[in-house]
């Protein structure tokens, strides 16, 4: 079965350091992967995904992700985090058999001044 | 923003009364979802739907039933609301051509059962 983990509940990182929010998964085949951010009180947002091709994928927001088959991760990245940043975010795949999206358990990103 | 819509956006209902959860969208998706969301944040595919007249149980047991008479409708229908209920509801679609088309979400309905 499909399926992606994000070890960290929360990150926390000051306000223009550098972030990073983990994600590793686990599919048979070729995988589509997808990072959404969540704030409060709010939908899920799509951020980027993976399909194929270059490794390092730009989204909205700055936001980009590795893919990195080798280390079957998917790590969403920011050169410089911004305090409206905080929020949580969640990594999926999805499944191609089913073309159901599973998601991930969500990381809580804090982002302090 | 996306063009999928969910109605009410907060509900608090008694124990025991039937609710319905609408969910819309105008993009003309085959493909929605259904997702309840813990209060610790972890998302579960309750339903979800290829198309009119197609619907599927998801990944975690429910006790909520789904239609799809039209495409832009997926409402989600409880016949009789327990405090166990009390979660967030989250309403999603997506293209059905090709599997690696991104989901859009609607703002979500948060009900508290009494």
């Known amino acids: 079965a499909q399926s992606v983990a994000q070890p960290e509940d929360q990150v926390n990182v000051a306000e223009g350091n550098p972030l990073t929010v983990k994600c590793t998964y686990s599919?048979?085949?070729?995988?589509?992967l997808f990072w959404y951010v969540q704030y409060p009180n709010r939908g899920l947002q799509f951020l980027l995904k993976?399909?194929?091709?270059?490794?390092l994928v730009k989204g909205s927001y700055g936001f980009e992700a590795e893919f990195n088959k080798s280390q079957t991760s998917f790590h969403l990245k920011k050169p410089s985090a911004l305090v409206s940043d905080s929020a949580l975010y969640f990594c999926?795949?999805?499944?191609?058999?089913?073309?159901?999206?599973?998601f991930g358990t969500g990381t809580r990103l804090q982002v302090f001044p | 923003e996306a063009d999928i819509y969910q109605t009410p956006r907060y509900l608090v209902i008694g124990t025991g009364k039937k609710i319905t959860l609408e969910c819309s969208q105008t993009?003309?998706?085959?493909?929605m979802y259904w997702y309840q969301q813990d209060p610790g944040m972890e998302l579960h595919l309750i339903h979800y739907?290829?198309?009119?007249?197609?619907?599927e149980k998801g990944d975690l047991s429910s006790e909520s039933t789904v239609s799809r008479i039209r495409t832009e409708h997926f409402p989600l229908t409880l016949e009789s609301a327990r405090p166990s209920h009390t979660s967030q509801y989250l309403c999603?679609?997506?293209?059905?051509?090709?599997?690696?088309?991104?989901?859009?979400f609607g703002q979500g309905t948060r009900l508290t059962v009494v």
């Open positions: 999603a679609s997506s293209e059905s051509q090709g599997d690696h088309a991104e989901a859009f």
């Open positions: 599919v048979s085949g070729n995988p589509y």
């Open positions: 993976y399909i194929t091709g270059d490794n």
């Open positions: 999926a795949v999805r499944d191609r058999g089913t073309d159901k999206l599973i």
């Open positions: 993009m003309g998706h085959d493909k």
């Open positions: 739907s290829y198309g009119v007249n197609s619907t």
